[in-house]
């Protein structure tokens, strides 16, 4: 939700409109806006990270956690 607002995509188009074109999406975890976190400026992600009570550090690394999950 933080990176949707914070981060808009760079075709132009409503991210949640793009993602729930054939399907409604809820509850699901957007890969491509969590690789998009890293490549933030610092500042936006002490900005993300303080509305989620975290350090950018700790979202990091739970996103490495996210994307190395093994199914």
Do not use: W
């Amino acid at each position: 939700m933080h990176l949707r607002q914070d981060h808009p995509p760079l075709c132009g188009r409503d991210h949640m409109a793009y993602r729930s074109a054939y399907f409604p999406v809820k509850d699901v975890i957007d890969g491509d806006l969590c690789e998009q976190f890293p490549t933030l400026p610092l500042d936006m992600q002490r900005k993300i990270a303080d509305e989620l009570d975290r350090t950018p550090g700790e979202i990091l690394k739970k996103l490495e956690e996210v994307r190395n999950k093994i199914i």
